[in-house]
């Protein structure tokens, strides 16, 4: 597979997942992918992650969250911002607060991935990747 957005694949196998219910889906491991698996943890998007395989092969497991009897998805809607073919950058005064902070968007600063209030926190700006609500 071909894919030079990974964090666009990364984010259309999630949603896929979260349509159908699955428990988990898997993703190619990448240091990208494993910035935001890690964000998406940390703010309670995602239950776990985890890599396998082996060599060039590698990919997470990434476990999804739903809640009540109904099991819906945690995560209703992921939004990719910054495209390989239209890059989107934020300065700390410009970035994007999702639905007034309900939402996180996933910057991409100097120092890490991290979300949007991470960075305001520690006053940087950086590339928008995307939005998770």
């Known amino acids: ?20 219910r699955h428990q988990t889906t898997n993703v190619p491991a990448t240091k990208m992918t494993r910035a935001i698996a890690q ?19 590698k990919y997470l497991v ?16 992921l939004k990719r911002v910054s495209k390989p073919g239209l890059r989107v950058y934020k300065n700390r005064k410009e970035l994007p607060r999702v639905l007034g902070g309900i939402g996180i968007a996933i910057i991409s600063t100097s120092s890490g991935i991290m979300t949007d209030r991470e960075a305001r926190r520690q006053g940087i700006g950086g590339e928008v990747l995307c939005y998770i609500w």
């Open 62 to 77: 990434i476990s999804l969250k739903y809640k009540g009897k109904t099991r819906q998805p945690i995560i209703r809607a």
């Open 39 to 57: 964000v998406l943890r940390e703010e309670g998007f995602i239950a776990e992650f985890e890599e396998a395989g082996e060599g060039i092969k």
């Open 1 to 20: 597979m071909a894919a030079n957005d990974t964090i666009a694949d990364m984010l259309t196998r999630i949603r896929n997942a979260c349509l159908v």
